[in-house]
């Protein structure tokens, strides 16, 4: 019988995970991939697909994902549709058992991938259910779990739950961000061919200077982007080699004078997770330093709200999050609707921008701002991820639009 500690309904015959939420809520599944728990706030993702990138993606650090998508897994698992070197969300929630793969692409079940990169599963949920507490109640904290025998200590869980701090307030750039200087190699991945050597470029040198200063390849100048690590994902990279840009990943604590002696002619400012305030403290004064040079900027995700904070902005803990690959943006210059994959549970607060900040974009779902530029300087960021993965690809030209910036201002 339930104590006072937690309220849940018996625990069914033949289960194997269970879903502990921070309020003492209970939800029984059947565990796949790793066994043990781990912690995290819950939140939904309405992509039908992608769910590789979705769970690789840095972003996802600190984070559990419940598909809203029922049918997850049945493409398998494959070492190209990965957005970091493993797993970065702590566990997955599905509706259905991940089945036998049915794509020629698979290598792996999706089970199988997840138990290789000690990631947790629970299916057999009512994930629509589930994603309509997340949307009435906000986004709580939650313990997963999986165990092949079934047994659990439900209080142990409930404890780990509610005495997890949260994201808000929480810095995890650092612990997902590079760790070392190097030169993005490269380009897009293509049906029958792989990822192209588009792009390609080999480590910085001992001096801390890049293999190339508006290197010659191939007869044209590319500008040279240096890029802050605070969670990206590959396909940003990718998508800058494709528009003609060479690229250097630092860390996301480099200091200004470690991002000026790359000679940069832009700067990328990453998506990641976590707090954009707590992350702020050290990488707002870089930020402004940056600005301050009159190179081209560009920022995505986090990067759009650390812009955002180092202009004077405000960010806020939002009360679901956005996280899709339907997502609507308005652009407010020409009236365009640009369908947009988004994933964020932070928002700049429209009404903190200051004089010298134009607000470029705002979702059509609920109006939060979606983009900013500065008309002072060569600067601007979205809130959405233009580089999809999973996700449409109609904001690419914004890739497109930064690398002729850098080369108006060489």
């Known amino acids: 019988m339930a104590d006072a500690k937690h309220s849940h309904a018996p625990q069914p015959a033949g289960a194997t995970g269970v879903l502990m939420l921070a309020s003492g809520e209970c939800v029984w599944g059947h565990g796949f991939g790793a066994e043990g728990h781990a912690v995290g706030e819950l939140c939904f993702h309405t992509a039908m697909t992608g769910y590789q990138e979705i769970m690789t993606d840095p972003s996802f650090a600190g984070q559990m994902v419940c598909f809203t998508f029922p049918h997850i897994g049945n493409v398998g698992a494959n070492p ?6 493993g797993p970065h969300a702590v566990g997955m929630i599905v509706r259905e058992a991940p089945t036998e793969p049915s794509n020629f692409r698979a290598v792996e079940r999706l089970d199988g991938w997840m138990k290789r990169h000690t990631r947790i599963g629970l299916a057999g949920v009512d994930t629509r259910a589930l994603t309509r507490r997340i949307r009435q109640g906000g986004a709580p904290n939650a313990v997963i779990a999986h165990s092949a025998s079934g047994t659990f200590d439900l209080d142990f869980l409930l404890d780990r739950a509610r005495a997890w701090p949260g994201l808000e307030g929480m810095d995890l750039a650092k612990a997902v961000s590079t760790e070392t200087h190097y030169g993005w190699e490269g380009g897009v991945w293509r049906l029958g061919f792989g990822y192209e050597a588009e792009g390609a470029s080999t480590s910085l040198r001992a001096n801390g200077k890049p293999p190339f200063a508006l290197s010659e390849v191939e007869g044209q100048a590319k500008p040279h982007v240096v890029a802050i690590d605070y969670g990206s994902k590959r396909n940003i990279f990718r998508n800058l080699a494709k528009a003609g840009a060479k690229v250097s990943v630092v860390p996301a604590t480099a200091t200004f004078e470690t991002v000026m002696a790359l000679e940069p002619d832009g700067i990328f400012l990453s998506n990641g997770p976590g707090d954009p305030a707590a992350t702020g403290e050290y990488a707002v004064p870089v930020i402004r330093a940056l600005l301050d040079t009159g190179k081209p900027l560009f920022g995505i995700c986090l990067g759009h709200q650390l812009l955002a904070l180092a202009l004077g902005g ?73 580089e999809a993965s999973p996700g449409p690809q109609d904001s690419l030209y914004l890739f497109e639009r930064f690398v002729a910036v850098m080369k108006a201002k060489a």
Not at 80 to 85: G, Q
């Open 80 to 85: 190209d549709d990965v957005e970091a070197d």
């Open 314 to 386: 405000r960010t806020t803990k939002m009360f679901q999050g956005h996280r899709g690959a339907n997502h609507p943006v308005k652009r407010l210059s020409d009236g365009a609707v640009e369908i947009t994959s988004m994933n964020h549970g932070f928002a700049v607060e429209r009404g903190s921008l200051p004089e010298g900040v134009t607000e470029t974009h705002v979702s059509l779902f609920d109006g939060s701002n979606a983009g900013l530029e500065l008309t002072d300087r060569p600067a601007f960021s979205v809130q959405y991820h233009p």
